[in-house]
Nanobody, 122 residues
Framework: QVQLVESGGGSVQAGGSLRLSCAAS?????MGWLRQAPGKEREGVAR???????DYADSVKGRFTISKDNAKHTLYLQMNSVEPEDTAMYYC???????????????????WGQGTQVTVSS
């Protein structure tokens, strides 16, 4: 059982930056970030596999960067130029198999954390 613990959320003004972190209890093949705003469906934000292949949602391309420190089993999401539409609960998620697409991770994560809230004010 993989445990994922997120941190780094908070309140920020539009145009600002935040960095989210996710500490994993062990190595996982596929990791990423999901988000869900009140009244909206869960959305895949970014994913990264063991080969370093990365996918981003169109809404965050050019603004968010996903990265990983393999030695620390820690995943990051650098959020720049944030917008009020980025307000959501952000979840770290992982899959234990090799079906590592952003849609697959969003639809059926094997593991996920408790979430960290990001609030962007205009």
């Amino acid at each position: 059982q993989v445990q994922l613990v997120e941190s780094g959320g908070g309140s920020v003004q539009a145009g600002g930056s935040l960095r989210l972190s996710c500490a994993a209890s062990q190595y996982t093949y596929c990791m990423g970030w999901l988000r869900q705003a009140p009244g909206k469906e869960r959305e895949g934000v970014a994913r990264l596999d063991e080969f370093g292949v990365i996918d981003y949602a169109d809404s965050v391309k050019g603004r968010f960067t996903i990265s990983k420190d393999n030695a620390k089993h820690t995943l990051y999401l650098q959020m720049n130029s944030v917008e009020p539409e980025d307000t959501a609960m952000y979840y770290c998620a992982a899959r234990s198999d090799n079906h590592c697409s952003l849609s697959g991770l969003t639809r059926a994560p094997s593991y996920w954390g408790q979430g960290t809230q990001v609030t962007v004010s205009s």
